[in-house]
């Protein structure tokens, strides 16, 4: 799917500031800040406490008052809640579920034109909230997508490949249809699963922006190229008007020199067609 979407906000800014929200086992904020500076652009974060009611409601404030100053919104990896049962996410998705925490969600998508990502467990938690595929925060239905146990059965650490499916977001604006990246995944539930129907929509619509590929770049069934058993081999989703994105795979970790003894390049393109359309 080769047609891109708008790759630049209507409003934007010289110095944007992406806000990184800290929950309670989330664990790639170190890494997902030094992506974002490698953009020259500035990061916020904000620790989620909750410690007790009251400090709850403190955060709520505090992440309130963030996103205000913010033109993305980005959900970092991890194991939110001690990787919580029936759904990793679903903790990060009922605290951004908050009327006022969702009121700025809404206004930084609709009023503001900005962006939200999210990888790994931050893009569990935009499925959790509809933001993945509807662009927006909805009720969960039936024919929704969700990302399900690994078909392995176990939690997964290791490399693969993937390849540029869609530039229909402008996360993706700095990529061509066709790319092969070798990126990182450590997950435990990153299985993307829907009905035939709904993967051939998401497929018409560009909204699946990479898959897991073989040696031959082509889209791999469950095997060790495709390890979680993602439907369509899908590993990386957004939204219609393409600015909520989501994927398994953890760019922000692809770091050079890092990784001795498999074929992982620096790649901060994802982040950078993010700070180019907001700045």
Known sequence: YTRRARIRSRYPVAKPKVLLPVFFGTNCEYDAERAWNACNVSCETVVINTQSESEVRRSIVRL??????????????????????????????????????????????????????????????LVQLGLLPHGRITTIGEHDPLLDY?????????????R?????SPWFSEYEVGQVHRLPISHGEGRF????????????????????VDEHNVAAPFSVDNPNGSLYAVEALSS???????????SERAVSELYRNAPVSADFGLFKGAANYVR
């Open 150 to 162: 690994n078909r392995a059965g176990r939690h997964i650490s290791t490399v693969v490949r993937t």
């Open 64 to 125: 309130r008052d963030a996103l205000r100053q913010a033109q993305i919104l980005f959900l970092s990896g991890g194991f939110s809640a001690a990787d919580e049962p029936d759904g990793s996410g679903k903790f990060i998705a009922a605290f951004l579920r908050n009327p006022l925490i969702q009121k700025e969600i809404v206004d930084l998508l609709e009023k503001r034109d900005g962006l939200v990502g999210g990888i790994c467990n931050g893009f569990q938690a």
């Open 164 to 168: 540029v499916s869609s530039t229909l």
């Open 240 to 250: 219609a008007d393409g600015k909520v994105f989501g994927r398994m795979a953890h």
């Open 193 to 212: 699963t829907a009905d035939a129907d709904t993967l051939n929509a998401l497929a018409e619509a560009g909204q699946i922006a990479s898959q897991y």
